[in-house]
């Protein structure tokens, strides 16, 4: 399905608000005024906001703008500056897998967010394009989120290492690791639990995680991809910065797109982050998850 089919909600979501707010309309403080108070419901954030409005007067004026379909324009591609200044153009993100290597993806992000899912989906797009994947299930805590993992597994055919309930994170870590690497995958996706009821306790808990792994594969950087629920709004973005501090991200995950009409939270974390965003999460299905594309995103956001 396509990605506007499946970013338009019944309630058309917070762009084809946009639109209906602005066409016709006269521009003046008024019409402002409403575009700024529906950027900020839709997740955006107040300081992004206000820059975004801003930047968008001065725009209008420097150009001599004159319809409210020429401001709409604008912002669009403000925007979608916004979202270039960290993401390739034109390209597809996702991960970029490397030949004769173990390519190692650490999944992090808190609890319910889609992380388990996404290793699933990621794990299964790999394993089309013919990589060897094999899957950590790094999430010890709950005998459910093993369980989870090994559903995903047996669907996709893909080989789960796990340990029971409530062993030590790094161990499976240090296995899946070993394992993938003694046995020349390509892929090693691994899951975490990232329980975030003390920061340092999932400081010490990543920080061990990311040791482990270093020493494994003898490799210094990895692909550490955090995943936010678009739908937890300026949550997800605390969470995001309480990551960023403590891990060394490279990219990010947004989930839960279909089930939004606040997708703007995008917007302020690619600035805040500086990261790319690697995916979205469409759905629940095994299919959901698009590679980002910057200027596939925008046109759909604002069809
Ligand atoms: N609608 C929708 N649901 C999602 C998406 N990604 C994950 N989920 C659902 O969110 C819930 C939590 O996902 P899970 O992968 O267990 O999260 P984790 O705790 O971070 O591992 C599950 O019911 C998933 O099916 C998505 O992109 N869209
Ligand atoms: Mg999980």
């Known amino acids: 399905m396509a990605l506007k089919d499946r970013l338009a909600t019944p309630k058309k979501g917070f762009f084809g608000k946009l639109k209906e707010m602005l066409l016709g309309k006269a521009i003046d403080d008024e019409l402002y005024e409403e575009l700024e108070e529906l950027l900020i419901q839709s997740d955006i954030g107040m300081k992004m906001t206000m820059q ?65 899912t996404s290793i699933g989906k990621i794990a299964n797009q790999l394993k089309n394009k013919g990589k060897k994947v094999i899957i950590g299930a790094g999430d010890t805590f709950r005998a459910a989120a093993i369980e989870q993992i090994e559903e995903w597994g047996k669907r996709t055919g893909i080989e789960v290492v796990k340990q029971a309930q409530g062993s030590d994170p790094a161990a499976v870590i240090f296995d899946a690791v070993s394992t993938a ?60 910065r309480v990551f960023n501090e403590i891990v060394e991200l490279t990219g990010i995950i947004l989930t839960k797109f279909d089930g939004t009409a606040k997708g703007g939270i995008i917007f302020p974390i690619s600035e805040e982050l500086k990261k790319p965003i690697k995916f979205i999460g469409v759905g629940e299905g095994i299919e959901d998850l698009k590679e980002f594309n910057v200027k596939e995103f925008v046109e759909a956001m604002f069809d």
């Open 52 to 116: 975004l409005v801003e930047e968008l007067e001065k725009q209008v004026s420097r150009n001599k703008l004159k319809t409210s379909e020429a401001v709409y324009d604008q912002l669009k591609e403000l925007l979608r500056e916004k979202l270039i200044s960290n993401n390739s153009s034109d390209e597809s993100s996702g991960v970029k897998i490397k030949d004769g290597e173990l390519n190692i993806i650490l999944v992090v992000g808190v609890n319910g967010v889609g992380k388990t």
């Open 181 to 240: 690497k003694n046995r020349n995958f390509d892929v090693v996706i691994l899951d975490t639990a990232g329980r975030l009821h003390n920061k340092k306790d999932l400081m010490k808990e990543l920080e061990k995680i990311n040791k482990i792994i270093r020493q494994q594969s003898g490799q210094e950087k990895f692909e550490t991809l955090l995943v936010i629920d678009s739908t937890t709004g300026q949550n997800g973005l605390e969470q995001a």
